[in-house]
């Protein structure tokens, strides 16, 4: 088996598993006050700087269909007999349902499985693909591996400011005005299906970030998961939700900036937990 992994900038990947040669990322575009930008280009902390300052919320894009159809034509003439594709959940962008159809089953296999999940998660599944291949494990274990992954995995983000949301379209006007005047803050999480879901609502900082903890505390392991601190530009939450995993024996936690593509949806201030179950080889 010869296989290639396909994603998007959505996923946050390790530096190390992106100098593979069968690793392919295609491109989502932002735009932010008129001026468009590649999010594989432009750092993150560039991006948020120019989210700070802007007049409106920015947009993104789906990567090129155009892009993706030539890469498969050419990992196809280079010999790939696997080609699997892990992009951003179906219920986030209308990518998924527009490369559908490139799906095959013949001479060399096209998968494109839904993911239900973006960020590092998403990141750890083509990890998890990329090294699993490279320990010789077979298509079949590979696609276990991923079931598995995406069956356990679990994000819940808390978000400071509603408006980005709702602007993007992932939260109805109503709820952002509501949440305002009240000063509710959500706790959001990734449902089964891939859509962003309020998971809990809470009033006060101390409240939030005690509920972010027991949910931690409840729904993972140390032995068991790979955990994921993620932020955009909420280092002091961030760090005290890293702290706290620590303490609790996840020795091994990561954190990781929230991309420009996911940043453009959730806001300034966002954090996150977020975990998937470890795959050996």
């Not at 591996?145 to 602007?167: G, H, N, P, V």
């Not at 959500?186 to 309020?198: C, E, I, M, R, Y």
Request: hydrophobic content about 40%; proline content about 3%; aromatic content about 10%.
């Amino acid at each position: 088996m010869k296989l290639a992994v396909i994603t998007d900038t959505s996923a946050s990947i390790s530096e190390v598993y992106k100098n593979y040669d069968n690793l392919h990322i295609l491109d989502i575009p932002l735009t932010i006050d008129g001026t468009t930008y590649s999010s594989k280009e432009i750092s993150e902390e560039a991006f948020y700087d120019l989210m700070a300052t802007c007049e409106d919320v920015p947009k993104s894009a789906q990567p090129a269909i155009g892009d993706l159809v030539a890469k498969i034509d050419a990992l196809k003439a280079q010999g790939y007999t696997h080609i699997l594709g892990l992009f951003l959940s179906k219920e986030i962008s209308g990518f998924y349902q527009n490369i559908f159809a490139l799906q095959e089953d013949g001479e060399t296999i096209v998968y494109f499985p839904e993911t239900s999940i973006t960020s590092a998660p998403l990141g750890y599944m083509v990890e998890t693909a990329l090294r699993l291949a490279q320990a010789g494990k077979s298509w079949d274990e590979i696609k276990a591996a991923f079931e598995t992954q995406k069956e356990e995995d679990r994000a819940y983000m808390l978000i400071d400011d509603l408006k980005w949301l709702s602007k993007s379209g992932r939260l109805s006007n109503g709820a952002a005005i509501l949440g305002t005047l009240l000063n509710i803050k959500p706790v959001l999480t990734f449902s089964q299906d891939g859509k962003v879901a309020v998971f809990d609502k809470v009033r006060t900082e101390k409240k939030m970030m005690a509920r972010m903890k027991e949910l931690l505390k409840e729904g993972a392991k140390p032995e068991l998961h790979q955990l994921y601190i993620i932020d955009a530009r909420g280092e002091e939450r961030a760090q005290e939700l890293y702290d706290y995993a620590h303490a609790q024996g996840f020795t091994d936690a990561i954190r990781v900036p929230f991309g420009a593509v996911i940043a453009t949806h959730l806001g300034l201030g966002a954090v996150a937990y977020a975990w998937t179950p470890k795959i050996k080889e």
